[in-house]
């Protein structure tokens, strides 16, 4: 079915990829996605932390990422936010020993540090993309996040654990965070708890798994995931659906990971 996709015309296309991520945008998935941590907490300060952090180590072994998501959960006493506003120096040498691939114990501690300041300073995470939200660009206001966010003390290696669109990254993992805290949880997948910020506004968390499915469909020409890519596959996504057009990366994930022969 998905091969023959390739051919179908713009309205057959959509009414293909509707089916698709109405089928996966379900919590039968949730068990194997990284989003189950945050489904851990009902506070929203507690969802927005963990979420974050889970989604800054989100690449590689899907199966890692989870194992090493417990771990940041277990680290922060199964209290998120008060970790994050009441920590110690003593509290923050709790967490050198944590590692995902290239982010370490000392990243995790300057991103509680810096999360701190964005809520002591800022008023959270939320607040700070609200605030800097140009023109319904929310790629700049994650420009905008990023310089806030390290404005704190760090090291230079840790400014690469964040993308930034404006030096032409696709910043796939907080474009999913974004996706994650704004989207309705209508079907019991995304959280919807920032109510500041448009579902219409989200990009599409894009790899290299949904960049291939993408390209398949005839939704993307350009071969590098990169910002440009995103604004390709953006414009048509919002096409078939100006209002929520980042449904569609339930499709595309859903087609890659559980489809892949077809693809």
């Known amino acids: 079915m998905a091969k023959s996709s390739l051919k179908l015309k713009k309205s057959e296309l959509k009414e293909f990829l509707d089916e698709k991520a109405a089928y996966y945008e379900n919590p039968k998935f949730i068990g194997t996605d990284p989003i189950q941590i945050p489904h851990q907490f009902s506070k929203k300060e507690d969802i927005e932390i963990i979420g974050f952090l889970v989604a800054t180590i989100a690449w590689g072994n899907r199966k890692s990422i989870i194992t090493n998501s417990n771990k940041l959960v277990e680290l922060l006493e199964n209290n998120p936010y008060d970790f994050v506003i009441n920590h ?91 996706r994650w805290m704004v989207r309705p949880a209508d079907a019991g997948v995304d959280f919807g708890i920032w109510k500041s910020l448009s579902p219409a506004l989200l990009s599409c968390p894009l790899d290299v798994h949904s960049g291939r499915v993408a390209r398949q469909l005839g939704l993307l020409k350009r071969k590098q995931n990169d910002a440009t890519a995103l604004a390709e596959l953006d414009k048509n996504l919002r096409r078939f659906d100006p209002k929520d057009p980042v449904k569609y990366d339930f499709a595309l994930f859903g087609l890659s990971a559980f489809e892949k022969e077809l693809f």
């Open 88 to 178: 110690s120096a003593e509290d923050l040498n709790t967490l050198q020993h944590f590692v995902h691939r290239t982010f370490n114990g000392e990243d995790l501690a300057t991103f509680i540090v810096a999360l701190k300041h964005i809520y002591s300073k800022y008023n959270g995470l939320e607040a700070v993309f609200h605030k800097n939200l140009e023109q319904g660009d929310l790629q700049l206001a994650i420009h905008h996040f990023k310089k806030r966010f390290f404005e704190v003390e760090h090291l230079p290696r840790t400014r690469k654990h964040m993308s930034d669109p404006l030096k032409k990254s696709a910043a796939k993992r907080i474009n999913m965070f974004l």
